[in-house]
């Protein structure tokens, strides 16, 4: 099974911006989806944003609904997550994953997703 691949974290000033991208294996299936989570330091792995493949359909988390936006290249099997007015808070471990069947009532929650990438460390310094 290909799984998905994270690039683009780093160190970025608070309030500065970072745009992570997700090389995902391209597959096709109802319901297929895409999520962002993120694990800090001594935390329990959270879910960041999602975005349903066929409709679009994007949801957020609280925490970074007005700074973050989850889009997708189709041509290219590529996801984005555009971060802006980065806070210290921010700072994680980010995990693109995979998932089809996911019903909506279901996206935010890391079992519904059976695919997963390595990681890529954002850090937000204050």
């Known amino acids: 099974q290909v799984q998905p691949v994270e690039s683009g974290g780093g160190l970025v000033q608070t309030g500065g911006s970072l745009r992570l991208s997700c090389a995902t294996s391209g597959r096709t299936g109802s319901h297929y989806t895409i999520g962002w989570f993120r694990q800090a330091p001594g935390k329990e792995r959270e879910f960041v944003a999602a975005i349903r493949w066929s409709a679009r359909t994007t949801r957020y988390a609280d925490s970074v609904k007005g700074r973050f936006a989850i889009s997708r290249d189709s041509a290219k099997n590529l996801v984005y997550l555009q971060m802006s007015s980065l806070k210290p808070d921010d700072t994680a471990v980010y995990y693109c994953?995979?998932?089809?069947?996911?019903?909506?009532?279901?996206?935010?929650?890391?079992?519904?997703?059976?695919?997963w990438g390595q990681g890529t460390q954002v850090t937000v310094s204050s």
């Open positions: 994953a995979e998932g089809t069947g996911i019903i909506l009532s279901s996206i935010e929650y890391h079992s519904s997703y059976n695919s």
